[in-house]
């Protein structure tokens, strides 16, 4: 499948996102799911969460609890990184495993704003997820400078490119950044070895002929070439530049070595923000991860495992001072207890097998499993 053997390729945004449910009713979908189409006994099922261990993510633990009458075992890490280290321990707790995982993102109802969510503790609106948008940032801040800073103009009937040396792998000795944006030759006419120009008004810059291609895009789309120099802006696209580590000690961690290679794409993300694109990469790419792990434990080898990975949106409705969740559901795993292998759904597949079934309606609600604790307490006279 598409989303399996192009790594390089990040998934569809569209596509992706172009379901999604509120948690009462996933929630209700997937008991369905693991009851009626997996044939998982009702009694053995662990759940297991794979996410952020974010203040806002609280209510798909309750859920959790409301649905499998337990409190999930925890799989994942800061910025919904699976935990390879806990899939043998949560297989020792059940016969079968319902994995609920993926990375989150905020949506602000007020300005319609993707990627904020109100931080209750904090008392403001903040970039979620924390972790994602802390690899992000960097990245997304050369991106920002070389749209601003790459600029075009026209100048005797030839149409130029300004472009700024820290963009040609000319740097200042005095530079530290650990990450530098670097052009890629399909932007300049012939080659970066073509012949350049040094202008004393702009010491710091060259200029070169544009790419025949690229002008014609710009043509195409009815940018207005003079002889002002324009920043290049969104038509900087990820064809055209790479993202090179100076250190390769300045990953901090396997999410950020991970994320790497497809940051050109992230960045110039343009049918959703950044923030919701590094979500749904970091989304995938767990995912596949799981895949490999849940193939190579021998500890889960008797175990029935279906796992569902999407994107959660966090919602925080200000009149009822609450949160909400909505989640994106986007790729499947099922594999029968006793079975080697197991089958992989995309995104279409994964929705269309929750879409055959309607939520359970007598769900175990928080109330009645309180209501159980209690009675339970009463009875040993504690």
Known sequence: MDYLTSPRK?????????NKYDLSTFFGKLWEVAI????FDKTKIMPVLVECPDESQRLKTLYCIATFGMFPFAGGK??????TYAIGPASHHAENLVYIMGSHTGYNNLNKEWGSIYREKEGDY?????KLAGILGPYLDKYEDAKSSIKYFIDEGRVLLKIPNRFLGIRNSCESDSVELRLEFSLIKDSLESEAIITAESPGCVIFEIHPDLQLALEDKNRKITHDPTPIGDDLNSNYFKFLMISSDQFSDGISKRLHPLMHQIVASLDYPPIVTIANVNTWIEFNRFVDAIHAIPDVLNKGIFVISGL?????LEKESSYSNVYYPQYAFFKPSKEKEGIVMGTSEANKLLSIYAPIKDMLSLDRVIEKDKGVIKEIGL
């Open 10 to 18: 990040i998934p569809d945004n569209q596509a992706i996102m172009a």
């Open 36 to 39: 009626d189409y997996c044939k």
């Open 78 to 83: 800061l910025g919904a990184e699976l935990d």
């Open 126 to 130: 903040s970039t979620c997820c924390g």
């Open 312 to 316: 959660t949106v966090d919602l925080y």
